[in-house]
Structures are given as structure tokens and as C-alpha cells.
């Protein structure tokens, strides 16, 4: 236990500090190349954890009902800035206050979410990054029909709890059709679906599977990389992440640029900018990874032209 003078020197100790929060629904531990991403874009521009700033991370461990509890902690301390790792984290941060800056790490559709007026002016005390998923689904279904050009029925594994997901889903449709492919939709809202989901799509004749992002399932990449090989489906998804873990390929934002990202917007914010005069960007850097381990264990070879373009490829 901290003695009265270790407790007053840690807390003055602090005072000088920018001091920074950061909140998310999954768990740190499943997170740990964005939140490295977000501490190297602070170094590069000179702040050091420890130092010159102090940052209180907050997990909501993958339940949702914990966020407001954590949120108005966070608000308590009086953050100078709170970072936001996905769209419920910034929906109760949202409700929580209206004067500390928020920063948005990722948003698949911050205006449909009401979090800003607009991406240009947001008008708000919130502002950061978009991740533009809905509008990615269409590429990733192209791609996967490339992968597997005889595939004519298609799984797609989604929530409909998740902002943005029926922006997505109408995305894929529209792209099904032009591809002459046939979509099964499987919600996921808890991690008791994913089972279900994965043996209503064999029962459904379904050939290949496309994964839509959200924070109820990213969390669970393993079982679901897992489960997309034991039943021998080709499978794509948003995240990189869910590639190392097992995953066939993945195409969508770098979602660890996106983080190293939200490190200017911090910055920013603490050198005097306002959220409400910083637009939303959207991002720049897009990425294809590649499990061949994976595809040699669902006996699928990835035509060469399709790995020509990955940005990464694991052997």
C-alpha cells in the first residue's frame, strides 16, 4: 500500500502530465498492436507515457453494460482528452460530456451515429477518424469471388446491434447481385450465435463467408477463424488481426494507422484546437493480407494475381 507521501507524490506527479483517456469495449490484451500504434504517433510527437503524459486505460472487457460506469470515471478524473476505440465507447462518452474533447479512433459512420453535424464540421466536442466499413464490404465480396470464382452462395456473419451494419449489409447486396451471388445473412448479437450461425451456414449450402467488423465479434477472432476452417469456408474479414489468428484474408482500413492517427488529433486537441474545428478524416491506407497455412489447410489455392496484390502475406 502507497504511504500519504508516495500517494500525494504520485498524484503531483501526475498533475503534470497531459492526462489522457482511452476507452474500448474489447479487451486490452486483444488490442495491443493498436493501442502500440497510438503510443508510437504520441512519441513521434513527444510525448513519452510516464513523462510528459499520463494515459488511464479503460476496458470494458467485451460487456458493453460496463462503458457508462467507466465513461463517467473517466469524466470524474477530468481527462484533458478521451480517446474512443469504436462506436459505443464514443455513444456513452457522448452522453457523459459535452465539454471534454472526445477523439474518435475509429467510427464506421459518425454522422449516421449522430456523434458529429458533419465530417467536415463537426460542431461538436467530438471529432477523429471515420472508417469507412460500410462502403468496404462491396471490394471485400469481389475479392472473395476471386478467391473462389465457382462459389455462387455466400454467408454473411454480422450484428445488427452494430452502428453501421445495415449500411454494410445493403453494400454487400448490391454487390452480390452485379457478382450473381446468393447472400445468407446470420446475425450475431452474442457470442452464443456464432455456433449456430456457422452450422445454419453449411446447412444453407453457403461456399464462402464474409465477416462484418464489430466490436461483438472482434474480440472472438480466434473461435471464428477456427470455426471458417473446420468447415472448410473461405472466409474474409475487415481486420488484419483475424488473419494472424487463422483467418483465410482480410482487406479493409489499417486500423493501426487509424490509431497512430488519433495521436495528431490528441496532440492537437492539447495544443488548443478545438474538436468542433477539426474534420473527420477519413482513411488513406487500406491493407490485403493473406493466410497461405490457412488456405492449404482448406485445400483453396489463392490465384497468384490476387496475392500479387497483398500487402502481406503469411507462409
Do not use: C
Given at each position: 500500500?502507497?504511504?500519504?507521501?508516495?500517494?500525494?507524490?504520485?498524484?503531483?506527479?501526475?498533475?503534470?502530465?497531459?492526462?489522457?483517456?482511452?476507452?474500448?469495449?474489447?479487451?486490452?490484451?486483444?488490442?495491443?498492436?493498436?493501442?502500440?500504434?497510438?503510443?508510437?504517433?504520441l512519441?513521434?510527437?513527444?510525448?513519452?507515457?510516464?513523462?510528459n503524459?499520463f494515459?488511464?486505460?479503460?476496458?470494458?472487457?467485451?460487456?458493453?453494460?460496463?462503458?457508462?460506469?467507466?465513461?463517467?470515471?473517466?469524466?470524474?478524473?477530468?481527462?484533458?482528452?478521451?480517446?474512443?476505440?469504436?462506436?459505443?465507447?464514443?455513444?456513452?462518452?457522448?452522453?457523459?460530456?459535452?465539454?471534454?474533447?472526445?477523439?474518435?479512433?475509429?467510427?464506421?459512420?459518425?454522422?449516421?451515429?449522430?456523434?458529429?453535424?458533419?465530417?467536415?464540421?463537426?460542431?461538436?466536442?467530438?471529432?477523429?477518424?471515420?472508417?469507412?466499413?460500410?462502403?468496404?464490404?462491396?471490394?471485400?465480396?469481389?475479392?472473395?469471388?476471386?478467391?473462389?470464382?465457382?462459389?455462387?452462395?455466400?454467408?454473411?456473419?454480422?450484428?445488427?446491434?452494430?452502428?453501421?451494419?445495415?449500411?454494410?449489409?445493403?453494400?454487400?447486396?448490391?454487390?452480390?447481385?452485379?457478382?450473381?451471388?446468393?447472400?445468407?445473412?446470420?446475425?450475431?448479437?452474442?457470442?452464443?450465435?456464432i455456433?449456430?450461425?456457422?452450422?445454419?451456414?453449411?446447412?444453407?449450402?453457403?461456399?464462402?463467408?464474409?465477416?462484418?467488423?464489430?466490436?461483438?465479434?472482434?474480440?472472438?477472432?480466434?473461435?471464428?477463424?477456427?470455426?471458417?476452417?473446420?468447415?472448410?469456408?473461405?472466409?474474409?474479414?475487415?481486420?488484419?488481426?483475424?488473419?494472424?489468428?487463422?483467418?483465410?484474408?482480410a482487406?479493409?482500413?489499417?486500423?493501426?494507422?487509424?490509431?497512430?492517427?488519433?495521436?495528431v488529433?490528441?496532440?492537437?486537441?492539447?495544443?488548443?484546437?478545438?474538436?468542433?474545428?477539426?474534420?473527420?478524416?477519413?482513411?488513406?491506407?487500406?491493407?490485403?493480407?493473406?493466410?497461405?497455412?490457412?488456405?492449404?489447410?482448406?485445400?483453396?489455392?489463392?490465384?497468384?494475381?490476387?496475392?500479387?496484390?497483398?500487402?502481406?502475406?503469411?507462409?
Amino acid at each position: 500500500m502507497l504511504s500519504t507521501f508516495a500517494f500525494y507524490a504520485d498524484a503531483q506527479q501526475h498533475s503534470k502530465q497531459a492526462q489522457i483517456g482511452l476507452l474500448t469495449t474489447v479487451p486490452l490484451a486483444t488490442i495491443t498492436e493498436r493501442l502500440e500504434a497510438f503510443r508510437q504517433g504520441l512519441r513521434e510527437l513527444g510525448y513519452i507515457e510516464g513523462e510528459n503524459i499520463f494515459i488511464d486505460w479503460r476496458s470494458a472487457e467485451g460487456d458493453e453494460r460496463r462503458l457508462p460506469a467507466l465513461a463517467a470515471e473517466l469524466v470524474r478524473r477530468r481527462m484533458q482528452v478521451i480517446v474512443s476505440a469504436g462506436s459505443p465507447p464514443t455513444r456513452v462518452l457522448k452522453e457523459a460530456t459535452s465539454t471534454i474533447p472526445i477523439v474518435m479512433a475509429l467510427d464506421p459512420d459518425a454522422v449516421g451515429n449522430k456523434f458529429v453535424a458533419s465530417l467536415a464540421r463537426p460542431e461538436r466536442n467530438i471529432t477523429g477518424l471515420s472508417l469507412l466499413s460500410p462502403e468496404i464490404t462491396g471490394k471485400q465480396l469481389e475479392l472473395l469471388k476471386e478467391v473462389v470464382p465457382k462459389a455462387t452462395r455466400v454467408a454473411v456473419l454480422g450484428s445488427s446491434s452494430r452502428p453501421g451494419n445495415s449500411q454494410a449489409l445493403k453494400e454487400t447486396e448490391l454487390t452480390a447481385k452485379k457478382l450473381g451471388l446468393r447472400i445468407q445473412y446470420l446475425d450475431i448479437r452474442n457470442t452464443e450465435d456464432i455456433e449456430p450461425a456457422f452450422r445454419a451456414a453449411t446447412k444453407g449450402r453457403a461456399e464462402a463467408l464474409l465477416l462484418l467488423a464489430g466490436p461483438q465479434v472482434n474480440y472472438q477472432r480466434k473461435h471464428f477463424a477456427k470455426l471458417a476452417a473446420m468447415n472448410r469456408l473461405p472466409a474474409i474479414f475487415e481486420r488484419a488481426e483475424f488473419v494472424d489468428d487463422g483467418g483465410l484474408m482480410a482487406y479493409g482500413a489499417s486500423i493501426t494507422a487509424l490509431f497512430r492517427r488519433a495521436a495528431v488529433y490528441v496532440d492537437k486537441i492539447l495544443k488548443g484546437a478545438k474538436p468542433a474545428d477539426l474534420p473527420i478524416e477519413q482513411p488513406t491506407k487500406f491493407e490485403l493480407v493473406i493466410n497461405l497455412k490457412t488456405a492449404k489447410q482448406i485445400g483453396l489455392t489463392v490465384p497468384p494475381n490476387v496475392l500479387a496484390r497483398a500487402d502481406r502475406v503469411i507462409k
